[in-house]
Structures are given as structure tokens and as C-alpha cells.
């Protein structure tokens, strides 16, 4: 099965930043595009970003898009997520899974299944 570990998660500041990591042990991440998620408490786990296979495409959902940035580091095996001007809406817990790729969809890749995630909250 294709699971990856998130950690990286806690409590912030609405303003604050913080790094979340996803990290493969039982295959390579540069095979597979990768996508966060998140899911808030009553909602549906949604598809906030994701970067394809070599690390150089990425895709943003608006609610998102120019606070967070993904990165791949495939020497290192793993996924990064840095969010910055966080807001209490995006409290939740994070998920990243392989993608069948990064374009708009987060479709997950065949034998992909999901983490246990990281919470994330932010509060004054």
C-alpha cells in the first residue's frame, strides 16, 4: 500500500506559519505526483494543492493559493506543505496522498491509502 506519514501539525496564531511534512518509507515519492488535503470538522476531506512527480508543477485550490506552497524533496523522500498568513478556517486535519497526477484533479494513485494526518488549528 502506498500511505505516507504527515507530522508538522499544532496550534497557531491566526497570521502564524507552519511547515507540514509527508514522508514516504516504503517507496519513492519521485514515482508519484502528491497531493495535501484537508478535512474540517463536518466537512468533506477536500484537495488543497498537489505537485507532480519531478517537483517542478503545482497546483493550488483558491482558498489556499498564495499562502501555501508546496515543495518536493525526492533526495529526501518527502512532501513539504508551508503555509503562511494562516487563517481559523484552515483549521483541520492534513492528509497527503499519491495522486494518479497534479492538474486540477485529486484523483488517488491505484494502492493509495490514507494516513493518519495532522491536525492543524488555528486560534487567537
Known amino acids: 500500500q502506498l500511505q505516507l506519514v504527515e507530522f508538522g501539525g499544532g496550534l497557531v496564531q491566526p497570521g502564524g506559519s507552519l511547515r507540514l511534512s509527508c514522508a514516504a518509507s516504503?517507496?519513492?515519492?519521485?514515482?508519484?505526483?502528491i497531493g495535501w488535503f484537508r478535512q474540517a470538522p463536518g466537512k468533506e476531506r477536500e484537495g488543497i494543492s498537489c505537485?507532480?512527480?519531478?517537483?517542478?508543477?503545482?497546483d493550488y485550490a483558491d482558498s489556499v493559493k498564495g499562502r501555501f506552497t508546496i515543495s518536493k524533496d525526492n533526495a529526501k523522500n518527502t512532501v513539504f506543505l508551508q503555509m503562511n498568513n494562516l487563517k481559523p478556517e484552515d483549521t483541520a486535519v492534513y492528509y497527503c496522498?499519491?495522486?494518479?497526477?497534479?492538474?486540477?484533479?485529486?484523483?488517488?494513485?491505484?494502492?493509495?491509502?490514507w494516513g493518519q494526518g495532522t491536525q492543524v488549528t488555528v486560534s487567537s
Open positions: 516504503r517507496f519513492t515519492l519521485d514515482n508519484y505526483a
Open positions: 505537485i507532480n512527480k519531478h517537483g517542478r508543477d503545482a
Open positions: 496522498a499519491p495522486l494518479r497526477g497534479c492538474g486540477g484533479t485529486y484523483f488517488l494513485a491505484q494502492g493509495s491509502s
